[in-house]
């Protein structure tokens, strides 16, 4: 059906195609958005959470071979997370580049501070819910975990 305007041109009727999308087209967009949404998203936080530990892990690493370098050099270990800051501080903690992770230094259960340590790391904030609540290593290598739901290989490998 068409209409014709005063001036001679012609306007057409509009239909209600014409005048955008439907609520129900609107509707099953979003529906689609949440399911991929709801899929993605613990994929994302479970990623998020896997880089916090690596970042754990290699801090625990520089800590431990920080330990190494302070052993060759004065023949002892110290309690002290930065050992190669001068002056060395007993119980100095430190803390990862993201600040996920808090990190000390403590004498192993078998001995002293002098010959033998242990370095633990401690989830802080968001980081806490990973699985693996604290990272360890000593200084023999010897590499520890604690958590639910998570054996220490796999701490340490994921």
Request: aromatic share 6%.
């Amino acid at each position: 059906m068409k209409y014709t305007a005063s001036s001679g041109l012609s306007m057409r009727r509009l239909t209600y195609k014409d005048n955008g999308f439907t609520l129900i087209e609107i509707l099953i967009v979003v529906a689609i958005m949440g399911v991929l949404i709801s899929m993605a998203l613990p994929a994302y936080q479970n990623s998020v959470i896997r880089s916090g530990r690596a970042e754990a892990k290699n801090e625990l690493l520089q800590v431990a071979s920080d330990q190494e370098r302070h052993y060759s050099t004065f023949n002892t270990y110290v309690a002290d997370a930065t050992p190669l800051t001068t002056p060395t501080v007993n119980e100095r903690t430190r803390t990862t580049i993201n600040a996920l992770y808090s990190i000390e230094v403590e004498t192993c259960a078998t001995g002293t501070i002098a010959n033998c340590f242990i370095a633990t790391a401690t989830a802080l904030d968001d980081q806490t819910a990973d699985l693996c609540a604290t990272l360890t290593i000593t200084s023999t290598g010897l590499r520890g975990a604690t958590g639910v739901g998570a054996t220490t290989d796999e701490c340490w490998q994921r």
